[in-house]
């Protein structure tokens, strides 16, 4: 599940000038864009990858720690860590 918003925005303003052998002022020029988005709630995907036990729990012992390096089908890399307990 997914869930989250981004945005960017991006003014620029400032002198205009052109060149045909010497620079020529041509004026004043300003430009703005912005853009929003949310990402989809729920998207199927696959992971491959490779599991490191960083402290493997022992006989007896039903903690440990773990990262993992994941590749997602569209086009993602995770790395992850987190404890795991078992019985």
């Known amino acids: 599940l997914q869930f989250g918003r981004g945005s960017a925005s991006v003014?620029?303003?400032g002198p205009?000038?052109?060149s045909t052998g010497t620079p020529t002022a041509a004026g004043n020029a300003t430009v703005k864009s912005s853009i929003a988005a949310s990402p989809q709630f729920a998207i199927l995907r696959a992971f491959s990858g490779i599991q490191?036990?960083?402290l493997p729990g022992s006989s007896g012992n039903?903690?440990?720690?773990?990262?993992?390096?994941?590749v997602t089908t569209v086009g993602?890399?995770?790395?992850?860590t987190g404890l795991r307990c078992a019985w």
């Open 76 to 80: 993602g890399l995770a790395v992850q």
């Open 16 to 18: 205009l000038t052109g």
């Open 52 to 54: 490191f036990n960083l």
């Open 11 to 13: 003014d620029i303003a």
């Open 62 to 70: 039903h903690l440990s720690t773990f990262a993992q390096l994941s």
